[in-house]
């Protein structure tokens, strides 16, 4: 029955340290500049760029935060690609350009600020700070 115990807890720490890990770009991979339209599928936003759909998660949480982002907005993105899912870096809608930076909490699990260059600063460096940490 112990080692019953300690294969489960065992078990346990290795998915865990699995899961903890995050999604991260290889190395060797570029940011891609995107332009498209958002589009609400499925519960979740994508961006629709001529025929190709890319799911861009983590940006529902700025909605109501980011003006303009919203269905049908044109938007150009700047991030990693990877089968057809941005990591976002960069956001540019409405004249108005945010930079989520490398650091972004939906991908790392890290606490990393991001700004608005366009209507002064959101999180981080000095402006509101909206929870989290900095």
Same mark, same amino acid.
């Given at each position: 029955?112990?080692?019953?115990?300690?294969?489960?807890?065992?078990?346990?720490?290795?998915?865990?340290?699995?899961?903890?890990?995050?999604?991260?770009?290889?190395?060797?991979?570029?940011?891609?500049?995107?332009?498209?339209?958002?589009? #609400?599928?499925? *519960?979740?936003? @994508?961006? !629709?760029? &001529?025929? =190709?759909?890319?799911? %861009?998660?983590? +940006?529902?949480?700025?909605?109501?935060?980011?003006?303009? #982002?919203?269905? *049908?907005?044109? @938007?150009? !993105?700047? &991030?990693? =690609?990877?089968?057809? %899912?941005?990591? +976002?870096?960069?956001?540019?809608?409405?004249?108005?350009?945010?930079?989520? *930076?490398?650091?972004?909490?939906?991908?790392?699990?890290?606490?990393?600020?991001?700004?608005?260059?366009?209507?002064?600063?959101?999180?981080?460096?000095?402006?509101?700070?909206?929870?989290?940490?900095?």
């Amino acid at each position: 029955m112990k080692k019953l115990g300690l294969l489960f807890v065992f078990v346990f720490l290795v998915i865990s340290t699995v899961l903890a890990q995050g999604w991260a770009p290889p190395a060797s991979s570029e940011t891609t500049r995107v332009q498209g339209t958002l589009q #609400l599928q499925n *519960g979740h936003i @994508v961006l !629709v760029s &001529g025929s =190709t759909v890319y799911f %861009v998660p983590g +940006l529902m949480r700025y909605i109501g935060f980011i003006d303009g #982002l919203r269905e *049908g907005a044109q @938007v150009s !993105v700047v &991030g990693y =690609t990877f089968n057809n %899912v941005i990591r +976002l870096t960069q956001l540019t809608i409405g004249g108005r350009e945010y930079d989520f *930076g490398s650091n972004n909490p939906g991908w790392s699990g890290q606490a990393g600020g991001w700004c608005c260059r366009g209507g002064g600063h959101m999180r981080g460096g000095g402006g509101h700070h909206w929870g989290g940490r900095r």
